[in-house]
């Protein structure tokens, strides 16, 4: 799995390539719901990142040799962030609604565009997408956030810890492999970093009475193309062709995404904090993009 010829890759323009990201994410974490049941929520996650290693290794065939110390380094990091962010949200959004999730792992990116601020500007569209944050959760679920889970809350906050991490890892391995080595690489660091929490969880679900194993690994595999490797390869060339400081505020679009997604195929309606609330993330990302453009 090589990058996309260069002069095809150029006229896509990069805030695309976030924005398929995004909806593939939120798909696949709606089509991997179904599979919390019979297969836990760690253990769904841990399967669907060994299959997305196996499908990179095979496709890219990552070389190891003659790396810099330094470079595999951040590939390992990048895989443990990737594993925490993922294991951490779907416990998130198995106590959770899907938007209420989002809106607080975002705290991560922003947290990355507040630090990598440079000028006014920048700060502004950041502390915007910060307001469209408070009226999603606070106002939009019924103020102060009452009668929310407070584990699923404790996930949803590590989750955004680990998105943090893993877009200041994504950037420096994206310019360090060529191609989707380096995610190949994190990917299985990854899986293995999950195997203690889900791999017995997994056996469990596979091996049950009345279980249908087959079907279940299909639609584990099936899934882990729609989150993680698509998205994750999507979001790294992305990261190659923007500041990390735009697409950081960029993917504030998330919490609106996964209302979208959850108004679609959840039902959920949108209310008036809700939808103010999105506004202001959508001009964040808006203002952000357009301002990066220096």
């Given amino acids: 799995m090589g990058d996309p010829p260069a002069e095809g890759r150029g006229r896509i323009p990069a805030p695309l390539f976030c924005l398929t990201a995004m909806f593939l994410v939120q798909l696949?974490?709606?089509l991997s719901k179904p599979l919390f049941g019979p297969l836990g929520v760690s253990g769904t996650t841990f399967l669907r990142l060994g299959f997305a290693a196996v499908i990179l290794l095979a496709a890219t065939r990552p070389r190891l040799r003659g790396r810099r110390p330094r470079d595999l380094a951040a590939a390992g990091l990048l895989g443990m962030a990737s594993a925490g962010m993922?294991?951490?949200?779907?416990?998130?959004?198995?106590?959770?609604?899907?938007?209420?999730?989002?809106?607080?792992?975002?705290?991560?990116?922003?947290?990355?565009a507040l630090v990598f601020a440079r000028r006014a500007s920048h700060l502004l569209w950041a502390l915007l997408a910060a307001g469209g944050v408070a009226l999603l959760t606070l106002l939009g679920e019924g103020g102060g956030g009452a009668g929310l889970d407070p584990v699923g809350l404790m996930y949803a906050f590590g989750a955004a810890a680990c998105y943090a991490a893993y877009i200041l890892f994504t950037d420096k391995v994206g310019a360090a492999f060529q191609g989707f080595q380096?995610?190949?690489?994190?990917?299985?660091?990854?899986?293995?970093?999950?195997?203690?929490?889900?791999?017995?969880?997994?056996?469990?679900?596979?091996?049950?009475?009345?279980?249908?194993?087959?079907?279940?690994?299909?639609?584990v595999a099936g899934v882990s193309l729609l989150l993680p490797v698509i998205p994750y390869a999507l979001e790294m060339t992305a990261l190659r062709r923007m500041p990390q400081r735009v697409f950081s505020v960029l993917v504030s679009l998330e919490p609106a995404v996964s209302a979208l997604v959850g108004l679609v195929v959840l039902g959920q309606l949108?209310?008036?904090?809700?939808?103010?609330?999105?506004?202001?993330?959508?001009?964040?990302?808006?203002?952000?993009t357009l301002t990066g453009r220096r």
Avoid: Y
Wanted: one cysteine or more; glycine letters at 16%.
């Fill in 28 to 30: 696949g974490i709606a």
């Fill in 86 to 112: 993922t294991l951490l949200f779907a416990g998130a959004i198995d106590r959770l609604p899907m938007g209420t999730a989002a809106t607080i792992e975002f705290l991560g990116p922003l947290a990355v």
């Fill in 182 to 219: 380096g995610l190949a690489v994190s990917m299985t660091v990854g899986a293995l970093t999950l195997a203690p929490f889900g791999l017995g969880q997994a056996w469990d679900g596979l091996t049950a009475p009345g279980a249908s194993p087959l079907v279940l690994l299909l639609s």
């Fill in 270 to 288: 949108l209310g008036a904090a809700q939808l103010a609330g999105i506004g202001c993330v959508v001009a964040a990302s808006v203002g952000a």
